[in-house]
């Protein structure tokens, strides 16, 4: 296959098929990484059904995944994805990893953008793995702390290979920790309890028996919630469906909390036990040689969870201002604590999202690290 950039320094960028090259861009990072504590493996049989179109994943039925591979030689040094969504304003990028080459990086970011380009896309914004549905955010500081499920870690070196080819910030994301082992201050208690009696706001735990139906619930609120919010798109019924069946797992170990107004969802809130010391045990892979020592690896580590990661709270726009997150926030931490959580992480947030991060700090919130995202025009 002939490359789709220039060869700079010996440096070869092709786009990658289904196979054994998808395999070895699955693979790739566990050699750059190698004897790197903080790196999270995902799961590879996770990563080829979200990048092969033949397994169907949902987000292939609106948007169009180009991975591409770099070598020099025979030898993997670098690879990205470059994503055309119609529901984004922007081409997107993600899932990159490169050695400390500011070539390899470079053909890299070349090849995505020609691809874009060639779709008729006028700018570039990640990384997205594959959107900011999923994993997504360059990390620019913290990099001696093991990140939580569902958020990416990377070498410092990466924000350089960024700025080197231009890319420029475009948006911070914050991520905050609390220590659930400090009692909440009094005046959230009474707020909590203010809100529940005024507004006739009652909270119950998601239905798991029914979770095909909480499922289609949740996207409406999460939908409706987020909407008009910077780099967010709606979820298709498929999408949220396919992500609730991969949480299934961790919603068992969880809590997630709908708030009703009269009987009426108006938001939730979801804590779910960190699954990224038990995935960093299984190493990527559930089974080896037939047996399946990575699930028992992971099935063990997440039973001594005591992090928890505030992944979503959404409330409906006519139910703001309410309080009823702070119901959210303060019934989700106690019963977390309940479960045996120590420390819980909430991420991430938008560096302007006022109300969210004033929220945050009220409960005793402290900033954590910080991943961004960077964009380029084409």
Known sequence: MSPVAPPPAGVTVTPVRPGAELTAFIR??????????????PLDAGQRALLDPARRHPFHDTATVQPFLARRGRRGVGRIVAVDDPRQNEGGF????????????????????????????????????????????????????????????????YQDLFEAFGLKPAKDLWSWTIDLTVPFPERITRLRDRVAQRHRCVLRPLDLDRLDAEADMLRRI????????????????????????????????????????????????????DAAPALRAARGRLWTYGLPLGALRLTRELRRAETGRALLIGILAKHRGKGIDALLRVAGLERARELGMRTLNASWVLEDNTASNRGIVAMGGRRGVTHRLYELGL
């Open 94 to 157: 993600g899932l990159f990893e490169s050695e400390a080459s500011p070539e390899v990086s470079g053909a890299l970011f070349t090849a995505a953008s020609q691809w874009l380009r060639s779709r008729g896309r006028e700018a570039l914004l990640g990384p997205l793995n594959l959107s900011t549905n999923h994993e997504c955010g360059l990390l620019v500081d913290g990099f001696d702390t093991p990140p939580v499920m569902l958020m990416p870690y990377n070498p410092a070196h």
């Open 222 to 273: 999460y939908n409706e919630a987020w909407q008009g919010s910077w780099g967010f798109h709606p979820m298709s019924e498929a999408e949220f469906r396919y992500t609730v069946r991969e949480l299934k797992p961790l919603l068992h170990r969880g809590v997630t909390l709908v708030a009703e107004v009269d009987g009426v969802p108006a938001g939730f809130g979801m804590i779910l036990p």
């Open 28 to 41: 790739l990072p566990h050699r750059l990484y190698a004897g790197n504590p903080y790196w999270t493996p």
